[in-house]
């Protein structure tokens, strides 16, 4: 297989803790001696950056875990992983191997290969391409006959190498990777004189929108990160201090919109930038270039929890149009919270639907004060800006579902927020409020998706009532243990051996008391005292 990745990066992946990725994707563990069982698929434990299927005899690390449980291929997976590392623990102390020295390989004398491949294959321009080839920025090398694309530095001299294959068909057909000792400052790139830079994730990708973009294009800047890091984008910033206008054209799928989410709220914090984002129709615009050649491309993939975010948004606003739109009340709100807080914190077990009400009218309530706090008069109208800064202030990559996490963020806001009330600082209390809508908005649609995985966990979980089998229970001896092994034999002997493997993993693993243990038991056997079964033995009557 072709290598995508240095050593060095695919070491830095594999060395993630799988544990702190797994509570960032919002997934529950369980303690089980040294190591922590994944709840939703028990048979798996997972150590620092190891993992094992217990089930299916399998184990290994953070690369193979993603590709294996999140459905991602190993380019994904990697990519996911790299891009989340500033968030996630590391398991094992990561170190940098030595810098090996930076050489491009020998050029070719000629670039039959590289032109015939980027023309043909890959449909680009040819006028692109003879400028980039005519700044050295493009060539063809002597030994494999690799596509290269050169980045230099500042002064001109060439500091990093990415290696395209050129084959249509064999081994090398998808080869690509950069070269030995590049320095991730200077990835391929082209400077024009504009304040506009246009960001890609590869060369490939850069070339093809610059392909579909010809006017006046040498004007502008072009960037390829070679992936998601932002290392050479934010060196580039550094060095060219007038542009100010970015526009992130990372692949439109679910790790490319991520991306481009981390990168948007980095420039945010970096410095004044106007940031847009352009995708392509596809999943990159080479893709386009296909479709437009009339040969096969790969679609694009949207983020289904923005989508998902997006719908809540307009199901929130329909909804805003069959309550009272009352003006906000201070006392009503602390009561609200009071209730909301202790439903979360509180000794009882949580009624989910009860906790979920009180979510969303925290929610319209903040958003109706921060409606007013904006200068306008009530009803909150649809046209209101609080609706376009839900949804510019939403991000998928921090809708982790990590549910602890996101309530301890709302306290946090709304202690900001009180902090503010105290100040009487007008503007101040406007930004604490947004963020406080941001806060509630992401644990409201969580908490929603939630409830529903647990009512279709539900409906999977178990037996139909008509279909399970009567146990005699009732009259024996009521040590969870025994009940679970007389359950246990019961659906083995009316053949269900799978379902008394599940009910036997739920209630060790999930059942939080002796009540909660016999639940889960009669939703598998129907408990009955003395019976006697009726046998009809075949040919007799």
Known sequence: MARMFSEEQIAMANSVDIASFLQMQGEALIKSGKDMRWARHTSITVRGNRFYDWKAEAGGYPIAFVQRYFNYNFKQAVEFLLSNVGDLQMSVPYEKTEKAEFKLPEKNETLNRVYGYLLKTRFLDKEVIDEFVRKGLIYEDKEYHNAVFVGLDENGVARHGHKRGTATYGKNQSFRGNIEGSDPLYPFHYKGSSNKVYVFEAPIDMLSYISLNKENWMENSYIALNGLSKIGLDHFLDVYPNINEIYL??????????????????????????????????????????????VEFIKSTDSPKYQEAMKYVSNIKSDFKTIVKDRFQEDEFDSLFAKFYYSFNGKEPRDDFKFQTQLDRLLKMTMIHEHSLLG??????????????????????????????????????????????????????????????????????????????????????????????????????????????????????????????????????????????????????????????????????
Not at 419 to 447: I, P, Q, T
């Open 376 to 541: 306008f008069s009530h009803p909150l109208s649809d046209n209101s800006p609080v609706w376009s800064y839900l949804k510019q202030d939403y991000r998928s990559y921090r809708d982790n579902g990590n549910t602890k996490k996101m309530f301890e963020n709302v306290c946090q806001s709304v202690a900001d927020y009180k902090n503010c009330v105290k100040e009487n600082n007008r503007n101040n209390l406007v930004k604490a409020c947004r963020n406080l809508s941001a806060g509630l908005f992401y644990m409201d649609v969580h908490y929603r998706r939630e409830i529903y995985k647990a009512m279709e966990n539900k409906q999977a979980y178990g037996l139909l009532e008509e279909e399970r089998p009567k146990a005699k229970m009732i009259g024996e001896d009521g040590n969870i243990f025994n009940l679970m092994g007389i359950a246990s034999r019961t659906l083995k002997s009316a053949g269900y051996e799978e379902k008394a493997n599940e009910m036997f993993e739920r209630i060790t693993f999930n059942a939080k008391s002796y009540d909660e243990a016999l639940n889960i038991i009669s939703e598998y056997v129907e408990p009955v005292e003395n019976y006697e079964e009726s046998f009809q033995m075949k040919g007799f009557e």
């Open 249 to 294: 054209c990372l692949d439109h799928d679910i790790a490319g919109i991520e991306g481009a989410e981390r990168i948007s709220d980095f420039l945010n914090e970096k410095g004044s930038y106007t940031i847009s984002c352009i995708r392509a129709r596809n999943k990159d615009f080479n893709e386009d270039l296909k479709e437009q050649n009339n």
